[in-house]
């Protein structure tokens, strides 16, 4: 049955998406930005800790007690706990001395000629002890220069207008309770 529309009709059209709407942008007060949603990559945490203190310690393999160090420092801090840091420490201790062997292997008798004072198996202890202190360091330095929202939330100064932020509580086991909070998305006041 189709609706036929007189001249004496008051009734609203019998279409609701006829209607036509007015948008209007208003400008944001000065002080208040719009917050940039995070781009979240997914990516398995101990095996980029890995090949940064593997790469790290290859660029600088020419300087035996620091190449280790830097390396260390780097998939340490990286790795965010001394767990995860010392097994990336193990891989890395194992796969740069057996690269730069290998690499010795297909280029003669004297290819290790830039370890000539200190040998091959010097470098390689020193690299590991390097490694193993550069790693626990790097480690231990992560909570001094990160804010790490979920081991103690951030207490901030009541200016201006709050946002709502998300909770969400985690029991960890029965005597640990982990409670995780979210940063508002939308409007924030610049600093």
Known sequence: MEMVRTDKDTSP????????????????????????DRIHLMHNRFDVSVVTMVLTSLVVFFVPLFNGLIGGVFGGFHARTLKRALAAAVVSSIAVPAFLA????????????????LGFGGWTA??????FIGAVTGAASRPLFSEDLSATPLRRAAVGPTYPTTTSTVRVNPDVTVERVSPPSGPVREE
Do not use: C
């Open 126 to 131: 020193l690299h590991v002890i390097g490694t």
């Open 102 to 117: 290998g690499l010795s292997f297909f280029a003669g008798n004297n290819s290790l000629r830039i370890f000539s004072g």
């Open 13 to 36: 059209p019998p279409y609701a998406h006829d209607v036509q709407r007015e948008f209007r942008y208003e400008e944001l007060p000065p002080g208040i930005g719009m917050k940039p």
